[in-house]
C-alpha cells in the first residue's frame, strides 16, 4: 500500500534527507478541480499543464500545509514554520532560499511525478535587483513581497493517463536518526497518508448546476494606473532610445485593477476552461491569490539539461484547419514578426549559454507553429547541459526577466523600464514554478495572470517596442490582452457564488 517500503526508506535515509513515500487510489471519477475543492486551505496551491497546445499533461499538483514559508522584500527575509515558529533576518534572499532548498535531498524513485516535494512560489519582477545594479521604479502601489516560496512535504498528484490520485508525504531525515527513529517516523507518514485519502476520498458537496450562458452585457469597471496619453508618451520616449541606438526593442507594460468579490478559483475554473495553457496555476496565500495561465516557459532544469522556449509572433486561430494553414504561413512569412523572434531566439540561446557547458548549446527547434485554443504562436526551443558547478537557480537567475516581457539589450531595457513604468511591476514580468528536492526546476514567465488583494483583482500587460511602433496600437495591444484576464472575471462573477473564508 505504502511506496517505498519500511526498510527502502531506511536505506535510503543512509544518502537523502528528504524521501517520499505514496500511497494510489483510484481516480476515474475525479478530477484535479474537484479534489482541490476537497483539500483548499490557505497557503496552497493547484499546477496544471496543457502540452502542444491540445494535450493536458500528465500531472496536476496540488500542494497544501507547507512546512515552511520563505517570502522576501528587499533585504528583509521572512520565514515561517508550521510549529507556529517565526523570525526576520536580513541578507540576499536568493542566497537564503538556495541555502535552504539545498538543505533537502530527494531520490528520484521510479513511479513519482517529477515534483514530489519542494519549494513552490513566485519570483517578482523586482527580483532582479538582486543580482543586478537597476534604478527601482518610481512608486509600488502593491502589498506583494519581491517572492514567496511555500516548502511543501504533502502533495497530491493527479495521474491524467493512469486515472490514479498519488497521495505523497515526505519523511525528514535529521541528523542523528536512528533505524528505530525512522520507523517511528514512517508510522507517521503513514499516518498523515491515510488522513489525507480520508479527505481526497470524502464526497464532495453537490454543486448546483449552472447555465454556462452569460449576460454579455455585464461589465466591470476597469481603472488603468496610467492615462491613455501616459502610455502612449512612453512609447515615443522608448522609440527615441531606439532611434539613437540604445536598445533595439522594449516591452513597456501598465496594469489594470477591478473592484471584485468573486471566488479567485471560480475564475481559475473559467480561464482553465477559456485558454488552457502550458503553464496553469492557482496559488492560494493569506489575504492574496494569484491566478494564471502562462504559455511561455521561462527556464526549466531536469537531468542537468537546460531548457528555453522563447515565444514571439501570434495570430488567432483560423475557423478551419485550412484557414490556420493559411495564418500560419502568414506568420512564418511575417518580415516583422521574424526578426523579433530571431532577436529574442538570440537571448534566449545567451542566456542558456552562460549557464551550459562549452559546446553544449542547441537550438532544437526554430520559428516552429503551436497551435493553442484562440491563438497560434511562434516557437523556438533552446537547450543545453547546465555547467557541474552550478546550481538549477543559477539556469533560472541568467534567463531571469525573460527577454520577451523586458526587450533588448536586456539591460538597458530594463533601465528604460524602471525609467518610463510609473509603478513597479512586481508579479507581472517574474517567474512562477518550483524547485523540486531532486534537483530539477520548472518555471513560466508570469504573463496572462491575476492576482487578487483586498476586494480587487489586477493584471499587467504589455507591447513589445520597436522602431515602427504606433503608439495608439501598442496602447491597444496592452488592453487587448488584459480583456482576456477581465472577460474571465465577468464570466465568474455571472456563474459563482462570492468568496468564501478558508480554513487556516
Not at 80 to 86: F, I
Request: with cysteine; hydrophobic share 40%.
Amino acid at each position: 500500500m505504502y511506496f517505498p517500503s519500511l526498510a527502502e526508506v531506511q536505506s535510503l535515509s543512509a544518502t537523502y534527507s528528504f524521501i517520499p513515500v505514496s500511497m494510489t487510489l483510484l481516480a476515474d471519477q475525479e478530477t484535479p478541480i474537484r479534489l482541490y475543492q476537497k483539500i483548499r486551505t490557505r497557503n496552497s496551491f493547484l499546477l496544471e499543464s496543457v502540452e502542444g497546445g491540445a494535450r493536458w499533461a500528465r500531472f496536476s499538483f496540488i500542494g497544501m500545509n507547507p512546512f515552511q514559508i520563505v517570502e522576501a522584500k528587499g533585504n528583509e527575509i521572512s520565514v515561517s514554520h508550521r510549529d507556529g515558529t517565526a523570525f526576520i533576518q536580513s541578507g540576499n534572499p536568493i542566497n537564503y532560499l538556495r541555502a535552504e532548498v539545498d538543505r533537502y535531498k530527494s531520490p528520484k524513485l521510479p513511479g513519482f511525478p517529477r515534483l514530489s516535494g519542494g519549494a513552490v512560489g513566485f519570483f517578482g519582477y523586482n527580483t532582479l535587483h538582486y543580482f543586478e545594479n537597476l534604478p527601482p521604479h518610481r512608486s509600488e502601489t502593491l502589498r506583494l513581497p519581491d517572492m514567496r516560496f511555500l516548502f511543501v512535504d504533502e502533495m497530491v498528484a493527479f495521474d491524467h493517463l493512469k486515472q490514479e490520485i498519488q497521495l505523497i508525504v515526505n519523511l525528514h531525515v535529521e541528523a542523528g536518526d536512528t533505524a528505530s527513529s525512522i520507523a517511528e517516523k514512517y508510522a507517521q507518514v503513514c499516518e498523515r497518508l491515510e488522513k489525507l485519502a480520508g479527505k481526497v476520498t470524502t464526497p464532495a458537496q453537490t454543486e448546483q448546476r449552472i447555465s454556462v450562458a452569460v449576460d454579455p452585457l455585464h461589465k466591470l469597471e476597469v481603472e488603468a494606473n496610467m492615462s491613455r496619453e501616459e502610455y502612449e508618451k512612453m512609447v515615443v520616449q522608448a522609440k527615441e532610445y531606439i532611434a539613437a541606438g540604445d536598445i533595439f526593442q522594449v516591452v513597456l507594460s501598465q496594469r489594470f485593477s477591478v473592484k471584485t468579490d468573486v471566488d479567485p478559483f471560480a475564475v481559475y475554473r473559467i480561464l482553465r476552461t477559456l485558454n488552457p495553457s502550458p503553464y496553469m496555476y492557482y496559488l492560494e496565500y493569506e489575504g492574496e491569490t494569484i491566478v494564471g495561465t502562462s504559455p511561455e516557459l521561462l527556464v526549466r532544469v531536469e537531468d542537468q539539461k537546460v531548457e528555453m522556449r522563447p515565444i514571439a509572433g501570434t495570430r488567432k486561430r483560423g475557423a478551419t484547419p485550412r484557414e490556420d494553414e493559411l495564418l500560419a504561413a502568414d506568420l512564418l512569412a511575417d518580415e516583422k514578426e521574424r526578426a523579433e523572434h530571431y532577436m529574442l531566439l538570440d537571448l534566449g540561446r545567451n542566456d542558456v549559454g552562460r549557464v551550459s557547458s562549452y559546446g553544449s548549446v542547441k537550438v532544437e527547434e526554430a520559428l516552429v507553429i503551436e497551435n493553442y485554443s484562440h491563438v497560434m504562436h511562434m516557437v523556438s526551443h533552446v537547450t543545453g547541459k547546465l555547467r557541474e558547478d552550478l546550481h538549477p537557480f543559477d539556469a533560472l537567475l541568467s534567463a531571469f526577466p525573460a527577454g520577451t516581457v523586458s526587450g533588448s539589450p536586456k539591460l538597458r531595457a530594463m533601465e528604460i523600464i524602471a525609467e518610463l513604468e510609473q509603478d513597479a511591476r512586481h508579479l507581472y514580468a517574474g517567474a512562477i514554478g518550483y524547485i523540486s528536492f531532486d534537483g530539477s526546476l520548472d518555471s513560466c514567465i508570469t504573463i496572462r495572470t491575476l492576482f487578487f488583494q483586498d476586494g480587487q483583482a489586477h493584471v499587467q500587460a504589455g507591447a513589445g517596442i520597436v522602431a515602427d511602433s504606433v503608439p495608439a496600437s501598442e496602447y491597444q495591444e496592452t488592453r487587448n490582452k488584459a480583456a482576456a484576464m477581465i472577460t474571465a472575471l465577468e464570466k465568474a462573477e455571472q456563474l459563482f457564488a462570492r468568496k468564501e473564508e478558508l480554513p487556516c
